[in-house]
T-cell receptor, first 112, second 111 residues
Framework: DGGITQSPKYLFRKEGQNVTLSCEQN?????MYWYRQDPGQGLRLIYY???????QKGDIAEGYSVSREKKESFPLTVTSAQKNPTAFYLC???????????FGPGTRLTVL | DAKTTQPTSMDCAEGRAANLPCNHS???????VYWYRQIHSQGPQYIIH???NNETNEMASLIITEDRKSSTLILPHATLRDTAVYYC????????????FGGGTRLMVKP
């Protein structure tokens, strides 16, 4: 049963702590993406990766970091430098030749 | 810079067709029109895409005007489960071409 998994669904952290969100896909997709969504808003691109060991900044990369050591995995770290980290985080993937994206269920991060 | 314009919200009666419009007057010749939807607190779901011709799949139909400056997504028999935010996105096809999700249209299907 192929798809994208994100864990956990809900995450709570204290202010000033780094936190890493997990994203795993078994669709054999080359490209992976991280988006942030604030209440009532559309999605904004944080980082994306088209191949293993390579990634590019999106529109709002400040305060975030990523790695792409394996094709299946694209973890996102929300650092203490991110001024307003409370949001809904969505991971997506697509094949290497098209940009039809498949999304995971999301992680809702709340920083207290 | 907004590439698409959609109404903020729409209502539709259950069982009736839902017609969601989108304006993309600055679309370039090789840009596609994509539609996604997002049910509350879930990840967006791909619906359909097209370039020039009308397209249909098991979920919806996409009607693109001849001048390609606007399109309409049609859900032929809306159900309560179709209540969602629908995003119309214009993008070049191919990896590396990003999808920009704007505000979308909030469709409410009512019994």
């Amino acid at each position: 049963d192929g798809g994208i998994t994100q864990s956990p669904k809900y995450l709570f952290r204290k202010e000033g702590q780094n936190v890493t969100l997990s994203c795993e896909q078994n669709l054999n997709h080359d490209a992976m993406y991280w988006y942030r969504q604030d209440p009532g808003q559309g999605l904004r691109l944080i980082y994306y990766s088209q191949i293993v060991n390579d990634f590019q900044k999106g529109d709002i990369a400040e305060g975030y970091s990523v790695s792409r050591e394996k094709k299946e995995s694209f973890p996102l770290t929300v650092t203490s430098a991110q001024k307003n980290p409370t949001a809904f985080y969505l991971c997506a993937s697509s094949t290497g030749t098209t940009n039809e994206q498949f999304f995971g269920p999301g992680t809702r991060l709340t920083v207290l | 810079d907004a590439k698409t314009t959609q109404p903020t919200s729409m209502d539709c009666a259950e069982g009736r067709a839902a017609n969601l419009p989108c304006n993309h007057s600055t679309i370039s010749g090789n840009e596609y029109v994509y539609w996604y939807r997002q049910i509350h607190s879930q990840g967006p779901q791909y619906i359909i895409h097209g370039l020039k011709n009308n397209e249909t799949n098991e979920m919806a139909s996409l009607i693109i005007t001849e001048d390609r400056k606007s399109s309409t997504l049609i859900l032929p028999h809306a159900t309560l489960r179709d209540t969602a935010v629908y995003y119309c996105i214009v993008s070049h096809r191919g990896a590396g071409n990003m999808l920009t999700f704007g505000g979308g249209t909030r469709l409410m299907v009512k019994p």
